[in-house]
C-alpha cells in the first residue's frame, strides 16, 4: 500500500538491467535503499534497440517476485512483429504484471533514422492500442517538453502524444529537463490541446556532467549554461558534485510542486543516493519514519 500525506508528492523511479555481476548488486541495493520510500512504481528499460529485452524481464520479474515494488516494463516496437511484442505482453500479463511503459523506442544500432519493423507496431500509439488489447494495463507513454528531436515540429510532437493518451495510455512521463519553466509551459501547450491525463516530470540527478550532456544531445534535451557554470572546475570532486546535483534537483521539484506538480518520475541510472535525498527533502519517506507528527498523532 502507498501511503502519503497532503503534501507528499508520488513518485516512481527507473532502473536499467545490469551488464555484469558488480553492476547487478548494485542494482538490487539501490533497489533496496529505495523500496521504503514506496514508490508507485518502478519502471525497467529496453536497450535503445530492444536489445536487453530478457534481461528487462528477468528485473521486472525478480523485483514483482522478492519485493513489494510494482514493476513496469518498457516495452518498444522495435525488433518485433505485432504477434511477438504481444506474446511478451500477455507473458507479463500472465505473471501478474499491470504496468508497462510503452515507447516507440530508438533505431536499432547501425539505422541512423527509424523505420517501422516489418510486421511490427508502427508507433507508440499502435503499441498502447495493441496493449488495451492483451489486457488491462495501467499504460505510462514519453512526453517531450522540449520537443523530441525528430519531431517535425512542437505541434506534431504534441499531436502524437495526444494520439498515445487517446490509444488509452493513462499517464505520460517526460524527458528530463533543468528548467521548470520548460514543464509548466508543456503542460499549459497539452492542456489547450485537450490532453486531461497527468504529465509527469521526469527528473534526472545528475551524478556525472559528461554523461548527462551525452544523454542530453541523445534526446534533445537543454543543458542551460548556468548548469555549465554549476559543475565547472568540479570533474575530481565527486563529493562537491553530488551536494550540487541534489540542491538543483530539489530546487526544480520544488519550483514545480509550487505549480501544482504532485507527482516525479526519477531517472535513477542505478543509484539511490541522490534520488533518496532528493525524496527526503520533498517528504518521501518511509513509512516507519513518518508515522508520527507532533501530539502523537498519526498521519
Known amino acids: 500500500m502507498i501511503v502519503t500525506t497532503e503534501n507528499q508528492p508520488l513518485v516512481s523511479f527507473e532502473f536499467f538491467p545490469p551488464k555484469t555481476e558488480q553492476s547487478e548488486a548494485t542494482l538490487w541495493s539501490t533497489v533496496e535503499r529505495l523500496a521504503p520510500l514506496q514508490p508507485r512504481f518502478v519502471s525497467v528499460t529496453y536497450g535503445a534497440d530492444g536489445s536487453t529485452r530478457d534481461r528487462t524481464h528477468r528485473i521486472v520479474s525478480r523485483i514483482n517476485r522478492e519485493t513489494r515494488l510494482t514493476g513496469a516494463p518498457h516495452l518498444t516496437c522495435v525488433d518485433a512483429t505485432v504477434d511477438e511484442v504481444n506474446a511478451i505482453a500477455a507473458s507479463y500479463w500472465n505473471e501478474g504484471v499491470r504496468h508497462i511503459v510503452a515507447l516507440r523506442g530508438d533505431p536499432p544500432h547501425g539505422q541512423k533514422n527509424y523505420t517501422p519493423y516489418p510486421g511490427g507496431y508502427e508507433y507508440a500509439a499502435d503499441l498502447v492500442a495493441g496493449l488495451r488489447g492483451v489486457g488491462e494495463f495501467d499504460i505510462s507513454v514519453a512526453a517531450y517538453p522540449e520537443v523530441h528531436p525528430e519531431a517535425r ?25 533543468f528548467e521548470a519553466d520548460s514543464f509548466l ?31 542530453a544531445d541523445a534526446c534533445g534535451a537543454t543543458v542551460p549554461a548556468w548548469l555549465h557554470k554549476k559543475f565547472a572546475g568540479l570533474d575530481e570532486d565527486a563529493e562537491t558534485r553530488q551536494m550540487i546535483s541534489a540542491s538543483i534537483a530539489i530546487e526544480l521539484c520544488e519550483k514545480l510542486q509550487q505549480h501544482g506538480v504532485s507527482e516525479f518520475h526519477f531517472y535513477t541510472l542505478n543509484r539511490a543516493e541522490l534520488t533518496y535525498a532528493i525524496c527526503h527533502a520533498l517528504g518521501v519517506r518511509p513509512e516507519e519514519k513518518s508515522q508520527h507528527i507532533a501530539g502523537g498523532q498519526h498521519v
Open 153 to 177: 515540429s512542437a505541434e506534431s510532437d504534441l499531436d502524437n502524444l495526444k494520439r498515445k493518451l487517446d490509444a488509452g495510455a493513462n499517464r505520460a512521463i517526460t524527458q528530463f529537463f
Open 185 to 215: 509551459r508543456f503542460r499549459d501547450r497539452a492542456a489547450a490541446a485537450g490532453i486531461a491525463a497527468s504529465i509527469v516530470p521526469g527528473i534526472l540527478p545528475i551524478a556525472n556532467f559528461a554523461s548527462l550532456q551525452r544523454f
